[in-house]
């Protein structure tokens, strides 16, 4: 079942077009990655998404319900969000603002604890948020976003300022979510962390999808069909996939030549630049 | 339109403890009373004492204090992320003006009692001052809604200083300038005609004519800022 599908939806902020004709959907229990250099449209998506904004054109559907219905509060029960504009109360502890938000959503006392623990903050709770690091303020804010185990999260960069280690483990906190059945929309420019977590990818461009898959299927789909050979005396051929290329590693491989052989597959930065022509910034 | 009390409570006891820490905002509490003492020093049958101090305190202390703390929630982006919670605009609005209205009202009491002011009628009295608080900080509420930083919201209530706490003092030249005369049905005027009112002698119309005003603006204000709120749902 479809959580969230998009159909052919364009937004235009007067006559400038952020989103053309984007389409398409997330299942239940996907963990989705949109790709996309800044200004792209990927924060503008979230938003429509999430009903902060409305769509110039096309349709957007979550939990089977148009997008206009996130705004009710049964909807709102049902999604964490995590982007940009998302604030803390700066004057309140840690746990005064997960406080708050237990209260918002309802929820046992027993869930800050489980928030706090998923994002690495257990001991800091009685710290005041303006004297936290920007590291500590973006995993209090995931916290928020999970505090009530949401069906759905929506996450813009939720890595963005974290250091490797912070970044990992709140990478394996959302795997632990979503092996409990959450869906996870993400947005990110950690490549390699998109390619371990992501069950599927898209790289939006100038507003406009332009690949979308599993990694496994982008990196067979862009793949160059050449083979790496490396010999024993140290020098390195890349070699086209045919049939003479068959032949020339067969015999290298009976003359006891060959020290190493791999095909080359691209990675998802690699797909990335040639899909958008840009490094990821 | 759903309304949770739990939420409401919640979104109160976060603000209460925001502005308690807020020591640039807090110490607004004690205006009201500061200007309370200074009257009681001129004398307690000082003219337009207690009007001034109503007027100007609606609008430095419920006015302001309200404007501050919508306008601090969107500078900080904590407005938007309130709006992804299931805090319905009722939960929302009630909750943050709870605060404002409860230390409004109990500094003006403290301020009206070390004034000594008397009323001719305490019902009417306490009914203007009460439906004022509300009409005020829905007023606060418009001004944090409309500015993006706490600069914004000090300056945004310029007007509102202008327009209502000046409205008595520009109705005295309405016999210059005619035009003026549409100045005699701001809240602030039907407010200070409640407060002029003989203590012996009046009808009951001379009470009812202010409250009917002051309460219409009360609901008509308060209507404007439900449906601001409910368009800042939107990110446009």
Request: contains cysteine; aromatic residues 8%.
């Amino acid at each position: 079942m479809a959580v969230i599908r998009v159909e052919h939806i364009g937004k235009k902020f007067g006559s400038r077009a952020v989103l053309s004709d984007v389409s398409f959907s997330i299942a239940k229990g996907e963990i989705f990655g949109f790709l996309g250099p800044s200004g792209s449209g990927k924060t503008t998506l979230i938003k429509l998404l999430t009903a902060q904004l409305n769509s110039t054109s096309g349709q957007v559907y979550v939990f089977n319900e148009p997008a206009e219905k996130m705004l009710q509060s049964v909807q709102k029960m049902r999604f964490g969000i995590l982007t940009d504009n998302s604030g803390l109360y700066e004057r309140l502890t840690i746990e005064e603002n997960l406080q708050l938000y237990r209260q918002l959503y309802s929820l046992p006392t027993s869930s800050i604890e489980k928030a706090l623990q998923l994002v690495n903050l257990s001991g800091e709770r009685k710290k005041k948020v303006k004297l936290l690091s920007k590291g500590m303020r973006q995993r209090l804010l995931l916290a928020l976003a999970i505090i009530h185990e949401p069906e759905l999260l929506f996450l813009d960069e939720p890595t963005s300022a974290l250091d490797p280690v912070n970044a990992a483990h709140i990478y394996e906190g959302l795997r632990c979510l979503n092996s409990n059945g959450t869906t996870i929309f993400l947005t990110t420019h950690d490549m390699a962390q998109a390619e371990l977590l992501c069950s599927r990818i898209a790289i939006l461009f100038q507003g406009q999808v332009r690949v979308i898959g599993t990694p496994k299927e982008l990196k067979h789909q862009h793949r160059e069909h050449i083979v790496c050979v490396e010999l024993i005396n140290e020098e390195s051929y890349e070699l086209p996939i045919n049939e003479e290329t068959a032949d020339q590693i067969s015999l290298w491989m009976k003359s006891g030549l060959i020290n190493r052989i791999e095909t080359k597959e691209p990675s998802l930065s690699d797909i990335f630049i040639k899909m958008t022509g840009s490094e990821l910034l | 339109m759903n309304f949770s009390l739990k939420r409401a409570r919640a979104i109160f006891v976060k603000d209460y403890k925001e502005f308690t820490r807020n020591y640039g905002l807090s110490i607004m509490l004690f205006v009201p009373i500061i200007f309370a003492i200074i009257f009681r020093g001129a004398g307690p049958n000082l003219p337009g004492a207690i009007g001034f101090l109503l007027n100007l305190s609606f609008v430095l202390l419920t006015c302001f204090a309200q404007a501050c703390l919508f306008a601090e929630e969107k500078e900080r982006s904590t407005l938007r992320s309130l709006m992804m919670t299931p805090a319905t605009t009722l939960d929302v609005l009630i909750g943050k003006s709870a605060l404002v209205f409860v230390l409004s009202t109990i500094a003006l009491s403290i301020s009206i009692l070390i004034l000594g002011y008397k009323p001719p009628s305490l019902w009417a009295f306490v009914a203007a001052t009460l439906f004022s608080i509300i009409l005020y900080t829905s007023l606060g509420t418009i001004c944090g809604l409309y500015s993006k930083t706490l600069v914004d919201a000090s300056f945004s209530i310029l007007p509102v200083s202008i327009i209502f706490s000046g409205a008595p003092w520009g109705a005295v030249f309405e016999n210059d300038y005619p035009i003026l005369k549409v100045l005699n049905y701001m809240p602030s005027s039907q407010l200070v005609h409640l407060l002029n009112v003989p203590r012996t002698g009046f009808t009951v119309e001379d009470l009812t004519k202010p409250l009917l005003f002051i309460m219409s603006w009360t609901v008509v204000v308060t209507v404007v800022s439900v449906v601001l709120y409910q368009r800042r749902l939107k990110d446009e």
